[in-house]
């Protein structure tokens, strides 16, 4: 079993900066790829991006390129999200996800492919 736990979400004016954290636990050598999804209310869950742990390759959706980063911390058991130049657009919840195999670019943004899923943190950008 892994759990995950998400902190550092909030809310920010529109062009303000957050950054998300996920701690995981338990048995995490076993799921290789994290990624990072959303849900706004009345919308489906989104993938947002994704990463391959130990230097692997990252994803993202291509509304977050070039604002949103994705990478994991030195003890290899969090992952972030600094996310800058927050937009109205990407108020949702944020949940943090882990996988069994590694992530890939056909399948990384694919939700019902993760096993593992945290309980989420509120992200607010307001015009």
């Known amino acids: 079993q892994v759990q995950l736990v998400e902190s550092g979400g909030g809310s920010v004016q529109a062009g303000g900066s957050l950054r998300l954290s996920c701690t995981a636990s338990g048995h995490t050598y076993d799921t290789p790829c994290m990624g990072w999804f959303r849900q706004a209310p009345g919308k489906e869950r989104e993938g947002v991006a994704a990463i391959n742990l130990g230097g692997g390759s990252t994803y993202y959706i291509d509304s977050v390129k070039g604002r949103f980063t994705i990478s994991e911390g030195n003890a290899k058991n969090t992952l972030y999200l600094q996310m800058n130049s927050l937009k109205p657009e990407d108020t949702a919840m944020y949940y943090c996800?882990?996988?069994?195999?590694?992530?890939?670019?056909?399948?990384?943004?694919?939700?019902?492919?993760?096993?593992?899923w945290g309980q989420g943190t509120q992200v607010t950008a307001s015009s």
């Open positions: 996800a882990r996988r069994l195999y590694d992530c890939d670019s056909g399948s990384w943004w694919q939700d019902w492919r993760y096993t593992y």
